[in-house]
């Protein structure tokens, strides 16, 4: 089967599915951010998941936009490029955490702290340089760029637009998270995920039913 980039983009809608379901499934089962955490079995799993969860998303998130780039204009390519640089940051963030945090935790448990407390909201006493920065400015990207981008694909209605439209809503809401409970914060990132997810299939299952077409049509030579 020849290459082409309409199977591409098509075949972009896994990864952004896997993607999105990895993001919505591990927010009720994550740890707490504290320093017992990073070595113990359940990060283990979840931070290489988080690792390649952010690697699949960047690849899935394109696929998105390169299927309706025709129709989203200035609004979605905005939100793509911002959407897409917030999770290239985080994904810094999650390859620091999978590596790095676990043997340092040892020698420096205090600086590991106060990594994670970054993301919790706690105080640190630790120079952490530019990363309280950059995580605060990842978040603001993540949530303007899902804005920008789930709008645009509304209106664009080539994908499902409830996916596109819980996408916008969830980015829109996400600052209420923080009158919540850490934990109970993360749980407002499970309805991006399914709304990642829902796109990323619809993209996917476009190719398949694009393969079973052409199929039938060369069974079927009578129905040319």
């Known amino acids: 089967m020849p290459i082409t980039p309409s199977g591409l983009i098509r075949a972009a809608g896994l990864p952004a599915m896997v993607a999105g379901l990895i993001f919505a499934g591990i927010q009720p089962v994550h740890p707490a951010d504290v ?60 390859f620091a ?29 630790v120079d952490l340089g530019a990363f309280p920065t950059l995580f605060m400015v990842s978040g603001i990207l993540y949530m303007l760029g899902g804005l920008l981008f789930g709008v645009a694909t509304f209106r664009a209605a080539i994908l499902p637009r409830w996916a596109a439209g819980l996408m916008a809503s969830t980015a829109v809401l996400t600052p209420s998270a923080a009158l919540l409970p850490h934990q109970a914060q993360r749980l ?37």
């Open 35 to 94: 320093v017992s955490s990073v070595t113990s079995g359940a990060l283990a799993v979840i931070t290489p998941l988080k690792t390649v969860m952010c690697l699949l998303m960047l690849v899935g998130v394109t696929g998105i936009y390169a299927r309706q780039i025709t129709r989203v204009g200035w609004l979605g390519l905005s939100g793509f490029l911002i959407f897409n640089l917030a999770w290239a940051i985080t994904f810094a963030d999650v």
């Open 97 to 125: 955490e999978t590596v790095i945090l676990p043997p340092l935790s040892v020698v420096a448990p205090q600086f590991v702290d106060s990594m994670l407390g970054v993301g919790a909201g706690r105080t640190s006493p």
């Open 188 to 224: 407002a990132a499970v309805p991006m995920g399914l709304a990642l997810a829902g796109l990323g299939y619809a993209l996917w299952s476009e190719r398949r039913t694009k393969v079973a077409e052409s199929t039938t049509t060369s069974a079927n030579p009578q129905l040319l």
